[in-house]
């Protein structure tokens, strides 16, 4: 009896144990392998740097005085055209005329002097030569003559200098443009004694402008001449204005410890929109290749293993520097590739395969606990993710499932 109770207990556990497997099984989640790819699509390779800078006239000049004087009169004003050579101002020419009379007046003395003095010296001369005068009056006389000779050379250059000096009173434009600043008006007193203050200045050409940017020295060696140039300003921000890089300045700038370059940009201005003084919002084109085979960069880091094979799938591998992966049915095939520039997203591809060509990209493992392939675990791990993480590349993707 006691034999009898026993087995129908031990049956019935094996009953409770199998209905126990039965419903776990049935609710363990069948693990599925999603693929990733993306199309290799003819399109553009790119690589930019940003920066900001300063819109000024390719050439500018500033127009000040050599000599002090009181500014009489003024001819030109903020925004007036002007031409080489015009008179723009005009100080106070009183006392550089008193000055230059005075020269003059001192330069003909001084030639009345040496008048005398040459005549004195030819008559010593020849009374020297008949032994008439001791050699000490022949020597003062022309000493006397040397002396007179050289105050009259004073008394010119005096002279030149003066009529210079009231030639400064008037003020002409050095080159053809437009006055941007204005720093006096009629009646000011204006000091050349240590310094050339500066009354005007004058652009050249407004139509032909550039950007002064500061290149942060982790960038700037990507930066070289004839690269294209896009920038903004705040003053019209629906406009692109395009322009090229016409010099790196080899000086360095330190403000609170960032070390910059200044890079010069030209910014055709034909326009007129553009303004000396406003602030551009750069873009450097550093690497531009238009019209190539492209692939997403992460397929030439993508790997299959047997892990991820389903039933009846194969695996076509290849010893080669660079290759992509496609899956062709049940076959997942190696494809050797030759390549060309990168910019960390898109790289071109020369040689392997065609436009058109499905390549994979990256895995997902989902069902049960999510799996993320290799390239989605090599992102920032600090980053959070999405449990279905399909990303889009140039070209499309496309999602393949078993």
């Given amino acids: ?146 002396k007179a000779k050289e105050q009259v050379n004073t008394s010119r250059e005096s002279v030149q200098k003066a009529q210079t000096n009231l030639g400064y009173a008037t003020i002409t434009s050095p080159i053809d443009g437009v006055v941007l600043s204005k720093a006096v008006e009629e009646g000011q007193t204006v000091a050349a004694s240590f310094n050339t203050p500066e009354l005007f200045t004058i652009a050249q050409d407004l139509t032909d402008m550039r950007v002064i940017a500061d290149i942060d020295e982790a960038d700037i060696g990507g930066v070289k001449e004839g690269q294209r140039v896009s920038f903004t300003v705040d003053a019209f921000p629906e406009d692109l204005f395009q ?21 010069v940009i030209s910014a055709p201005n034909n326009d007129l929109k553009l303004k000396p003084g406003l602030t551009a919002n750069v873009t450097i084109f550093t690497l531009e290749k238009n019209d190539v085979l492209t692939v997403p960069a992460k397929a030439l880091r993508f790997t299959i293993n047997d892990a991820l094979l389903s039933e009846g799938q194969t695996i076509e591998d290849i010893e080669a520097p660079s290759k992509v992966w496609t899956l062709e049915g049940n076959v997942f095939k190696a494809h050797a590739v030759e390549t060309g520039t990168t910019n960390g997203m898109l790289t071109e591809i020369t040689g392997g395969i065609s436009a058109g060509t499905e390549v994979l990209v990256d895995f997902t493992i989902s069902g049960g606990e999510e799996q993320a392939g290799p390239q989605q675990q090599a992102q920032n791990p600090f980053m959070p993710r999405p449990r279905n993480n399909n990303r889009q590349q140039q070209g499309g993707n496309n999602q393949q499932r078993r």
Wanted: aromatic share 8%.
């Fill in 1 to 146: 009896m006691n034999n009898k109770k026993t087995w129908i207990i031990v049956a019935a556990v094996a009953v409770i144990g199998i209905i126990a497997y039965l419903t776990l099984s049935g609710d363990k989640k069948e693990e599925k392998v999603e693929f990733e790819t993306a199309q290799a699509v003819m399109g553009n390779i790119q690589t930019t740097i940003t920066a900001t800078g300063t819109i000024e006239p390719v050439t500018s000049v500033t127009v000040g005085t050599q000599v002090s004087g009181i500014v009489s009169k003024l001819y030109v004003d903020y925004n007036s055209v002007v031409k080489k050579g015009q008179v723009i101002a005009e100080l106070d020419k009183t006392n550089l005329t008193s000055e230059l009379n005075t020269a003059r007046a001192n330069l003909s003395s001084a030639q009345s002097t040496l008048n005398y003095e040459q005549t004195n010296y030819s008559r010593y001369q020849k009374l020297y030569d008949k032994g008439l005068v001791s050699a000490d009056e022949y020597e003062t006389a022309k000493l006397s003559y040397l």
């Fill in 243 to 263: 322009g090229s890089v016409t010099q790196v300045r080899q000086q360095a700038t330190t403000e609170s410890n960032v070390v910059t370059y200044e890079v």
